[in-house]
């Protein structure tokens, strides 16, 4: 089954970029924070997986949840090196393992407090479908940069002839 993109690419060139902090919370992904002038638009508090280089004059092709919410973003192709920055899906497997978890000590609950074993039981579900959708989204995200990189390719070819 095909999931509906509701995602949007923006493509800017970062006139200025400024507040670059590299995180690596206990446990988490690592993620890069900034903020980034381009033309007119100024944009704060950006995040975006990883220690990407981001610096002034680069071009990105950006795929981003909501049209013009840069901090819906969900990862960008590089167009001078084509790289590709973007959560892995692999990082919200959280809630698979909750589901697991959670299955398990319902069971164990099942007879002597049925009540909590089903409010347990529903969380993890809930749980599960927030990482299966967060999957799906970093798998489509990265389907799109891609695309986007693949058509980059042969405008950068030519241009070197």
């Avoid at 590089?78 to 393992?97: D, L, P, Q």
Wanted: net charge positive.
């Amino acid at each position: 089954m095909q999931m509906p993109l509701f995602m949007n690419e923006v493509t800017v060139t970062f006139d200025r970029v400024f507040d670059i902090v590299r995180r690596s919370p206990y446990n988490r992904v690592p993620f890069t924070g900034f903020g980034f002038q381009a033309g007119d638009v100024k944009k704060y508090a950006i995040e975006v997986p990883g220690s990407p280089r981001i610096e002034a004059g680069m071009t990105v092709t950006a795929v981003l949840l909501r049209p013009g919410d840069w901090r819906t973003l969900l990862g960008w192709v590089n167009h001078e090196t084509g790289e590709i920055v973007c959560r892995s899906a692999t990082s919200e497997m959280g809630g698979i393992g909750a589901l697991i978890l959670g299955g398990a000590l319902a069971c164990s609950l099942v007879e002597r407090h049925p009540i909590a074993a089903i409010a347990l039981s529903v969380v993890a579900i809930c749980l599960c479908i927030g990482s299966v959708t967060g999957m799906r989204r970093a798998i489509a995200a990265k389907r799109l940069l891609n695309k986007v990189r693949a058509a980059l390719a042969p405008r950068d070819a030519s241009s070197q002839v």
